[in-house]
């Protein structure tokens, strides 16, 4: 379920959807971006809904893993690989993200992208 959700926010024309991110951010959702910037979930909102789509674009999740942290909190961590075209991979980030079970519905609470080599 929750490695489905990563993938969601992975997808471009989910990306594009105000609407769908908006539920599947909490609204006190922080990132710690692999750039270095931190963002809230308005700061990461806008810019998310003018990406133009890449159908070049590939992505790969390897090493997934949920660990509980409390009854209705969970980290996701995960190594994401992008490339573009038929390149190498070109970029990997190690993933992290924190999970609450609000109303039946899972959130992201928080966010963070690290730089990792291949």
């Known amino acids: 379920m929750l490695r489905s959700l990563e993938e969601q926010l992975l997808q471009s024309d989910i990306r ?25 979930k308005s700061e990461l909102t806008e810019p998310l809904r003018q990406e ?11 090493d997934f893993a949920v ?13 994401l690989m992008v490339r573009h075209g038929s390149a190498e991979w070109e970029r ?16 992201m609470i928080f966010h963070q992208g690290t730089p990792a080599t291949p």
């Open 16 to 40: 594009r959807s105000a609407a769908k991110v908006g539920d599947l951010l909490a609204d006190d959702f922080v990132e710690f971006g692999s750039s270095g910037r931190v963002f809230s």
């Open 52 to 62: 133009r789509e890449v159908h070049s674009v590939q992505w790969s999740i390897i």
């Open 67 to 79: 660990r509980w942290l409390a009854p209705n909190i969970v980290l996701a961590t995960y190594r």
């Open 92 to 107: 990997h980030t190690l993933r992290s993200s924190i999970w609450k079970l609000r109303d039946s519905n899972w959130q």
